[in-house]
């Protein structure tokens, strides 16, 4: 877009300086990113994301949105500046931090819009050891009134699952469903195995905490209500298991309804698991597994009647692709921040949107509310070689997705042979097996650990990692990989030689070093900006001068 086009655009967009949005000049970046505090970006930054979040202009004009744009950028790009950032400002989240550049077409000026996120959940964001806030026209250090606020933010939601159903009496609860409560009660409290057979179901109630002084509650009716009085709750509790081909063509279903303490069970019947034969290397005898370990099914399925939003009156539902993978989905949104809290910090969630219904459940066998269900199901796909599972949080619905094989014979051939990768370590390294976008933070994580090489959306498995397997179809692959980021790294130096002229050689070692694996030493790298110009020049692209320069032909 032209300049005016763009001013246009910024004013309609971000027409005021507040609380959610400011306008830099910052001509240059050298000093401008993390320099002063209270004056740098990182200040301005921890003072946008300590309230609602918002958006930083750079390369306008204070007060008049005049177009200056951005002259100096040192050694930054759009891709390290987040990385600098993410390092100086302690606790903002990369999730929702973006950076979106604009270049006028008639003038040739550069603008960035960086957005910042909201803090997160009782997290406030620092800047220079300092938590910042804006106060009018001016950004101060945070007020004590304001870090209050932050650190004793309460998440409150509405309990569903608590309210008591009016006229609703234990003679509406089905009595399989009751006499299977008491067996999984005792199965989870032992200790009272000599006083449960003299409690009347008013009092077995009351302990398993499903009433409350002996009123029916919602949760109580969800698990053990009789399926022909569900016309108590005010939504429908269904679910709903459908059996589809891997072309995603129907071949059965069938509808569940309360009590689901009972349809569960009704529910794992269904599903096709079958076993899974899969060769080591080294034997001729095959390992043979169940495709899902029955926890691996009961856990997502009661984790969903758990947690559906039963406020919205829909359904659960269980997808089964015949003999491949299993789809779980309920409605509402996930509560703790990632999964991958949930299961590496092994810790339990601090808010749960059916409070009395989960304690319940708990009581019942159900569930684990320790944080440690989720674990054990990621815990038992690494112990078979399996993919991870998947979770996706879009549309304001949880969806959960269990593959029962192996997809990847390559990466769990790593696994194998590479004992000491954790859990940890496999959940991040299972996206790059199936090719997803690697978050900045995992990606630095990998890369420190030297267990993947190459750029960031080009990643792939390090050497260190492949030769312990001995295995010449990964070693392949490697070093097609290798070679690949080899040609990317050639059309950088020629790029870079032919905008420049002519460039020294300390001046291309000084551009394509710091982008150059972590894996490797620094003479290593060295030697490969070596190589990289040796093999240009042999392609006849380039040519060396006299006192270390190098020239495009």
């Not at 009085?229 to 891997?246: C, G, P, Q």
Request: aromatic share 10%; net charge positive; charged share 35%.
């Amino acid at each position: 877009m032209t300049e005016f086009e763009l001013k246009s655009f910024l004013i309609e967009n971000f027409p005021k300086e507040n609380e959610k949005c400011e306008w830099k000049e910052f001509k240059s970046l050298k000093s401008s990113i993390s320099g002063r505090q209270g004056e740098d970006l990182i200040s301005y930054i921890s003072s946008i994301s300590n309230m609602e979040g918002g958006n930083i202009i750079l390369g306008i004009e204070d007060k008049t949105l005049k177009i200056i744009g951005i002259q100096d950028f040192h050694d930054y790009n759009i891709d390290n500046i987040k990385y600098r950032i993410l390092g100086n400002c302690t606790n903002l989240s990369s999730e929702g931090f973006d950076i979106e550049e604009f270049v006028t077409s008639d003038t040739n000026k550069i603008v960035w819009i960086l957005k910042v996120p909201k803090h997160q959940f009782r997290q406030p964001v620092y800047a220079h050891k300092k938590a910042w806030q804006r106060i009018g026209d001016n950004l101060v250090q945070m007020t004590k009134e304001r870090l209050n606020n932050i650190l004793n933010e309460n998440l409150i939601i509405e309990d569903w699952s608590k309210k008591i159903i009016e006229g609703a009496s234990i003679e509406d609860l089905d009595k399989e469903a009751l006499k299977k409560a008491r067996e999984e009660f005792l199965k989870r409290n032992p200790k009272y195995i000599d006083e449960i057979i003299k409690w009347d179901n008013k009092k077995f109630l009351d302990k398993a905490k499903l009433t409350i002084k002996g009123k029916i509650t919602r949760a109580c009716f969800i698990l053990l209500g009789k399926e022909e009085e569900e016309h108590y709750l005010d939504s429908a509790v269904k679910i709903r298991w459908n059996l589809k081909t891997l072309e995603n063509q129907d071949k059965d279903f069938e509808i569940f309804s309360i009590p689901l303490i009972l349809s569960v069970d009704e529910i794992y019947k269904k599903i096709r698991n079958l076993k899974y034969r899969y060769l080591r290397e080294g034997t001729l005898f095959p390992d043979e597994v169940l495709r899902y370990d029955p926890f691996v099914i009961r856990e997502p399925l009661n984790n969903a009647i758990a947690h559906q939003d039963y406020s919205r009156k829909g359904r659960i539902n269980l997808v089964e692709f015949e003999d491949d993978h299993l789809i779980f989905t309920n409605l509402g949104t996930f509560l703790p921040k990632t999964v991958e809290n949930v299961v590496l910090k092994d810790s339990p969630e601090e808010f749960y949107r059916n409070t009395f219904l989960v304690e319940a459940m708990r009581n019942l066998g159900m569930i684990e509310t320790q944080g440690g269900g989720i674990r054990k199901v990621f815990n038992f796909q690494k112990q078979r070689f399996f993919p991870m599972p998947d979770y996706d949080f879009s549309d304001e619905k949880v969806k959960v997705t269990i593959i029962g094989k192996v997809i990847n014979e390559e990466f769990a051939k790593i696994l194998i042979k590479n004992p000491e990768i954790t859990l940890e370590d496999t959940l991040i390294l299972d996206k790059v097996q199936k090719r997803k976008k690697l978050t900045d933070d995992e990606f630095i994580y990998l890369k420190k650990k030297k267990f993947i090489e190459g750029r960031k959306g080009s990643n792939y498995i390090s050497y260190n990692v492949i030769e312990p397997t001995k295995n010449k179809d990964l070693l392949a692959d490697y070093i097609n990989n290798r070679s690949l980021d080899d040609r990317h790294f050639k059309e950088l130096i020629l790029e870079f030689i032919s905008k420049s002229g002519k460039a020294k050689r300390k001046d291309i070692d000084n551009f394509i070093i710091p982008k150059l694996s972590s894996a490797l030493t620094d003479s290593k790298k060295k030697n490969k900006v070596t190589n990289l110009l040796s093999s240009l020049r042999m392609e006849g692209k380039i040519k060396s001068l006299r006192g270390y320069f190098w020239e495009k032909v």
